[in-house]
Nanobody, 123 residues
Framework: QVQLVESGGGLMQAGGSLRLSCAAS????????MGWFRQAPGKDREFVAA????????YYADSVKGRFTISRDNAKNTVYLQMNSLKPEDTAVYYC????????????????WGQGTQVTVSS
C-alpha cells in the first residue's frame, strides 16, 4: 500500500509559476515510476507528465512540454511538478500517481492516486 499526498496548488495569474509536490509513504519509492495527471471541470482526467523510477526517462503531454518539468527526489520520497508560464487552460485538479505498468500516458497504468490539489490560473 502506498499513500500519496499532493501539495503546492493554489491561485496564480497567467504567466506565473507553481511547484507541486507529491510525498509518498513507504520505503520502496525509488523502485517505481510516478506520474502527474489533471482533471478540469467537465473533462476527463488527462496525462501531464511521468518519470521513471531512476529519473532517467521523462514523458510530457504536448500541451505542457517546454513549460512543465517533472523531477523526483528519492531520498525524500517526493516527486515534483514545476509549472511555468501557466495558462488559464492549465486550471484543473492535479493528481500524482504510482505507475503499475503499461503505458506511461494512460491512467490505466497507475494503481495508487493522491487526493489531488487544485490549481487555478486566472487570465
Amino acid at each position: 500500500q502506498v499513500q500519496l499526498v499532493e501539495s503546492g496548488g493554489g491561485l496564480m495569474q497567467a504567466g506565473g509559476s507553481l511547484r507541486l509536490s507529491c510525498a509518498a509513504s513507504g520505503r520502496t519509492f525509488s523502485s517505481y515510476a510516478m506520474g502527474w495527471f489533471r482533471q478540469a471541470p467537465g473533462k476527463d482526467r488527462e496525462f501531464v507528465a511521468a518519470i521513471s523510477a531512476s529519473g532517467g526517462s521523462i514523458y510530457y503531454a504536448d500541451s505542457v512540454k517546454g513549460r512543465f518539468t517533472i523531477s523526483r527526489d528519492n531520498a525524500k520520497n517526493t516527486v515534483y511538478l514545476q509549472m511555468n508560464s501557466l495558462k488559464p487552460e492549465d486550471t484543473a485538479v492535479y493528481y500524482c500517481a504510482v505507475r503499475s505498468g503499461g503505458s506511461y500516458y494512460s491512467e490505466m497504468g497507475y494503481n495508487y492516486w493522491g487526493q489531488g490539489t487544485q490549481v487555478t490560473v486566472s487570465s
